[in-house]
């Protein structure tokens, strides 16, 4: 267990906002992802049932570091996590803005949806400037396997993500169902978090670090391969042959296990950083 003096509290602002950002995400994911017929209609924006259970997918694996960082309290795994609010919220708040003409701002919910990535950049970026300077020397060095496995992790979250910008009518063309541009810039946020969380716990964690950010894959993954086959069972529209398919399962089933080896991996005690 970490001495307060190098894992010290985070603010009680940034945990009771870290409690409603949590309570966001419960609501959001179980009902895009279970519950998709009443919360499809409440949506800022008309969105089909691929997309819809595979953004509840994406909302229920952001709630485990999430609701982790709240439950903590501490700088560790908040070191990990916020970093990842502030990429996925950022880069969701850029997508929709660049796309604003998806949505219809009589509608109340886009004011709230803008309301949210507004607030939760800003509150993530102000509170990362706030603790740069907190302790790293409580860091501990990851395995070689696992780091390994981490960077290229990483190197691939990072080009994937970065492709779904540039060039989405390619990159796009991995998933199984048809993306339109909105969606296919708006997904990479969740690539390019991946590649800063595998990125930031690469070669030096905590144990509570780890398991944050593999459960995070594990949920990812496993939700995501559900979404596909339930939505399908009702409109029959995936090619389970065509090679995209394939390569997609796949790469949800790595994601999945290099989950499985964070959430169960333990630091190597090593020389600390200073």
């Known amino acids: 267990m970490n ?33 998709p017929q009443y919360l499809r209609p409440l949506w800022a924006w008309e969105i089909a049932p691929f997309n819809a259970r595979f953004l509840g997918g994406i909302y229920l694996s952001a709630m485990v570091p999430v609701a982790l960082m709240y439950v903590s309290g501490r700088w560790s795994p908040t070191r990990l996590v916020l970093p990842a609010i502030f990429t996925f919220t950022f880069v969701v708040l850029v997508a929709s803005i660049y796309h604003i003409d998806r949505f219809n701002v009589a509608k109340w919910q886009v004011w709230i949806w803008f309301a949210l990535y507004v607030t939760l950049p800003a509150s993530a970026a102000y509170h990362l400037w706030l603790y740069r300077k907190w302790p790293r020397d409580h860091l501990e060095a990851t395995s070689g396997k696992l780091r390994v496995s981490l960077q290229v992790s990483a190197v691939l979250f ?9 060039a ?11 993306l339109d541009h ?17 990125l930031t716990v690469a070669k030096r ?4 670090e780890l398991m944050a950010a593999g459960v995070m894959e594990i949920v990812f993954g496993v939700s ?3 979404g596909l086959v339930i939505v399908d069972r009702e409109v029959h529209n995936i090619d389970w042959s065509a090679t995209n398919t394939i390569v997609w399962l796949a790469f949800l089933v790595a ?19 200073h």
């Open 3 to 35: 001495q307060a003096s190098n894992n010290p509290e985070i603010s009680s602002f940034l945990r009771k906002f870290t409690f409603v950002e949590a309570a966001v995400l419960v609501v959001v994911g179980f009902g895009l992802f279970f519950l």
């Open 158 to 166: 990072g080009v994937y993500g970065v492709g779904l910008i540039a």
């Open 168 to 178: 989405p009518d390619f990159f796009s063309g991995l998933f199984p169902w048809r």
């Open 182 to 198: 909105f969606h296919s810039q708006l997904y990479s946020a969740v690539f390019l978090t991946g590649f800063v969380m595998m």
């Open 205 to 208: 964690a905590t144990r509570a």
């Open 224 to 226: 995501s391969i559900l």
């Open 255 to 273: 994601i999945t296990a290099v989950g499985v080896a964070m959430a169960f991996a333990n630091p190597v005690v090593t020389n600390r950083e």
